[in-house]
């Protein structure tokens, strides 16, 4: 979800935008454009077959662990970053990536 503000500064005349967006302050982000401080965190969990193995985020970043997640999204970008073991398989949107793990 993307929502677009304008508002006028009283000190000018023309209005400025701010992008209010659902996104990951990641590292690699932050080299382009500015973050505000977290206006929300999101918990995040994974999916799992009955029965698994897998009962923590430690268990999850093992070989032959098969992950999957929106490519490019927030979690890809955690995932990636924290978790060296697990293979990422990257979907081209959230429906896809849960369509790979059923």
Not at 90 to 100: C, H, I, P, Q, V
Request: hydrophobic residues 40%; glycine residues 4%.
């Amino acid at each position: 979800m993307t929502i677009l503000i304008t508002f006028a500064h009283p000190w000018k005349t023309e209005a400025d935008i701010i992008l209010l967006a659902l996104i990951a302050a990641d590292p690699d982000r932050a080299s382009r454009i500015d973050f505000t401080p977290a206006y929300c965190e999101i918990q995040a969990t994974c999916i799992v077959p009955t029965p698994s193995t897998i009962k923590s985020f430690t268990d999850v970043d093992q070989e032959g662990v098969r992950v999957s997640v929106k490519g490019g999204g927030a979690y890809d970008l955690w995932v990636t970053r924290n978790w060296k073991k697990a293979s990422i398989v990257r979907a081209k949107t959230l429906g896809d990536s849960y369509n790979l793990y059923i």
